[in-house]
């Protein structure tokens, strides 16, 4: 079975340091990876996603960056962290297959608090 | 996709009672649809989805609903408990292209 993982689970970091999250999905192959963004009480921003390694589409302009070094692996950095960054950062994966199902399945998510 | 800047709607339901979570979807040429439940501090998690072939799936509690005429899509939870308690999205899909809707809070009284 398939199984996603990010990590931290929380950090707490002050403005201007740098960032980097990391997530990888174990029991599949070529998976799709995503980066959400959830303010609190609020929907899914989509942030990043891939479609391969070192295939990097970006959905807004932002202070972060994504990286796929390695086909499970899936990086989310800042150079700076703003104010604004803070929030709950979700990793996704999906396999799309015949018909045009590609359901995405999240990971536990982190909770990024920038002061 | 995304769906930011929203504040969410909530539903409040007695323990017991069933909850009808709605969602309206905004292309009529989405073809696969998925419903989420999100708890607080986790990850969303996959409920049921549906195929726009179909107008209604029935899963362990849950029912969804599809009524392509007027791009509904709803989500039916039976004898709520207070475990269902939490945010619930709906995604429609169209090739391969995911938008998710804004969610609905749960809250179940005891």
């Known amino acids: 079975s398939q199984t996603i993982h990010q990590w931290p689970a929380t950090l707490v970091q002050p403005v201007g340091s740098p960032l980097s999250l990391e997530c990888t999905v174990e029991g599949t192959s070529n998976p799709n990876l995503y980066w959400y963004r959830q303010a609190a009480g609020r929907g899914l921003q989509l942030l990043f996603y891939s479609v391969g390694i070192g295939q990097i589409s970006s959905e807004v302009p932002q202070n972060l960056s994504a990286s796929r070094p390695q086909d499970r692996q899936f990086i989310l950095s800042s150079k700076k962290l703003l104010l604004s960054d803070s929030g709950f950062y979700l990793c996704?994966?999906?396999?799309?297959?015949?018909?045009?199902?590609?359901?995405?399945?999240f990971g536990p998510g982190t909770r990024l608090t920038v002061l | 996709g995304e769906s930011v800047g929203l504040h969410l709607p909530t539903l409040s339901v007695q323990e017991g009672d069933n909850s009808i979570i709605n969602c309206a979807y905004s292309n009529s040429a989405s073809d696969y649809f998925i419903w989420y439940k999100q708890e607080s501090g986790k990850g969303p998690q996959f409920i049921i989805d549906i195929r726009s072939n179909m107008d209604k799936r029935q899963g362990q509690r849950v029912t969804v609903l599809l009524n392509k005429t007027v791009k509904h899509l709803s989500l039916q939870i039976a004898a709520t408990q207070p475990g269902d308690s939490a945010v619930y999205f709906c995604a429609e899909t169209l090739r391969f292209k995911t938008i998710f809707g804004a969610g609905t809070r749960l809250f179940v009284k005891a």
């Open positions: 996704a994966w999906s396999v799309r297959l015949a018909g045009g199902t590609d359901t995405q399945y």
